[in-house]
């Protein structure tokens, strides 16, 4: 009669509340600076339907060991084994989620031995199932799974941020490797060519036609490149360290090709500002995280109102109000509970409160991560058409330096020439040669932060 009488009372405190925010699905917020997230640049298609970011990395990175090492790091690394596991929680959260809906049930049998006064004891027991059933009236059990819902998002988008991030910086430490192997060839002939120098100034020396100080000069310019070299040799090694840390491995030499095997997409795309949005995992992230916090909202408010659980439980007992010795027969009882909060020290208010200001705080980091979105993406914009144009600059120095180089040699010998004029010379050839080598990579690693910035590498070829 209790669970008859509560019932329609619950229908009708239910219907008053159907335009509470208790029964409201999340929204994304207006106001956001979605269209204004990127700067007007050369490469940019803004009326694209295709991103970069939405390119496979098999297709961005075409290097054949550079693929090996992407798909071994995507295998063993530590960091996306644990973004996985994350995920799996976050699955089970919204499994006990959903499974709230459904009545619970329990088993508890007990039994008791009485005797007073000394006369014989008597036995009883009970064998009963309970069942108990929450009827999700204003919307908590609701909003908690919604919230699980939104948790397992964000993981999910967690996770595709980890990946991207991952072949980011495989992709980034492959070519410094290659970077580093071209300058140490670089590094190796001028070594070569000024130990060849040496020797022929030492034979000048012998004849007398040059000086000891210019001899100790290229001396001590040779013991410069060699330490400069060595230099070059540990950070290589440094370089392969941490690649391997990477790709979960012990340390081992990395299988590579070469720099002037890289070229980059002939075709940039960035795509419309919304694109970023839906693809960006750490954007998709933060906005699970402001989804989450709406349902949590949600939830504080639905604790001011009642609650009503529906119970009973049914069994065998021996029991039934008189000592018996025999199984006495079926025990049966039906509950109904309405529970209204009236007074809790201000707990449900201060819970509300501390709700709402979660639910402005993932707000604002929404709206940040779409500031750093587009911040990214015009930089990265910017530094590959920046680094292309160095890249020219110093093929053109380059090559006048070289020309510069050859006549000055031919000047030094016929004594037309100072070796100060040589040297400086060559040392701008040497630092031109090495900022080619820079730039390139430069703006591979550009193209490598682009696609990430875009979200990229979260889908598969």
């Not at 005797?115 to 004891?121: E, F, L, Q």
């Not at 604002?364 to 979105?373: F, G």
């Not at 993406?377 to 330096?401: C, T």
């Not at 690693?445 to 070829?461: C, I, P, R, W």
Request: with cysteine.
């Amino acid at each position: 009669m209790k669970a008859v009488i509560i019932l329609p009372i619950a229908a009708l405190m239910t219907l008053g509340l159907t335009g509470c925010n208790l029964y409201s699905n999340y929204s994304r917020p207006e106001g956001l600076p979605v269209e204004s997230l990127y700067s007007d640049s050369t490469m940019q298609a803004g009326d694209s339907l295709e991103s970069l970011g939405s390119m496979p990395w098999q297709r961005l990175f075409t290097d054949a060991p550079l693929q090996r090492l992407i798909k071994e790091g995507l295998e063993s690394n530590t960091d996306l084994q644990i973004a996985m596991l994350r995920i799996d929680e976050a699955q089970a959260g919204l499994t006990a989620a959903k499974l709230a809906y459904l009545p619970s049930l329990t088993f508890s049998p007990n039994g008791a031995i009485t005797s007073v006064d000394g006369n014989k004891a008597s036995k009883t027991y009970e064998i009963p199932v309970s069942l108990s059933w929450e009827i999700d009236l204003f919307g908590k059990l609701r909003n908690a799974k919604k919230e699980s819902q939104a948790l397992l998002l964000q993981q999910t988008a967690c996770s595709k941020a980890v990946k991207s991030q991952l072949i980011a910086s495989i992709a980034n430490s492959y070519y410094t490797l290659l970077m580093l192997d071209e300058q140490i060839k670089i590094s190796d002939s001028t070594i070569e060519i000024w130990k060849e120098q040496v020797r022929t100034m030492e034979l000048q020396l012998k004849v007398g036609d040059i000086r000891e100080n210019a001899v100790s000069q290229a001396r001590a310019n040779l013991s410069g490149l060699q330490a400069s070299h060595n230099t070059l040799l540990r950070q290589q090694r440094e370089v392969q360290n941490s690649l391997c840390t990477l790709l979960g491995t012990t340390q081992r030499d990395i299988e590579r090709s070469g720099l002037d095997s890289q070229q980059l997409p002939g075709d940039i795309k960035v795509g419309v500002p919304l694109q970023l949005l839906s693809q960006r995992p750490d954007v998709v992230q933060a906005e699970m995280a402001l989804a989450a916090a709406y349902y949590g909202t949600n939830q504080s408010r639905a604790a001011f109102y009642p609650s009503l659980t529906l119970g009973g439980s049914v069994g065998w007992t021996n029991a039934l109000g008189q000592a018996v010795s025999n199984p006495g027969g079926w025990l049966l009882q039906a509950l109904g509970n309405l529970t209204q909060p009236i007074f809790q020290r201000g707990k449900l208010i201060s819970n509300l409160r501390i709700s709402k200001d979660e639910e402005q705080i993932a707000l604002l980091n929404y709206r940040q991560a779409l500031l750093n979105a587009g911040q990214e993406v015009n930089d990265a914009l910017f530094a590959i058409e920046s680094y292309g144009n160095n890249l020219d600059f110093h093929k053109s120095q380059s090559e006048s330096l070289e020309r510069t180089v050859k006549s000055n040699e031919v000047l030094f010998r016929t004594n037309n020439a100072t070796y100060l004029e040589l040297l400086t010379s060559r040392q701008q050839l040497l630092s031109s040669r090495l900022n080619e080598v820079a730039d390139k990579v430069s703006q591979l690693q550009s193209m490598v932060t682009l696609y990430e910035a875009l979200g990229g590498g979260a889908t598969e070829d």
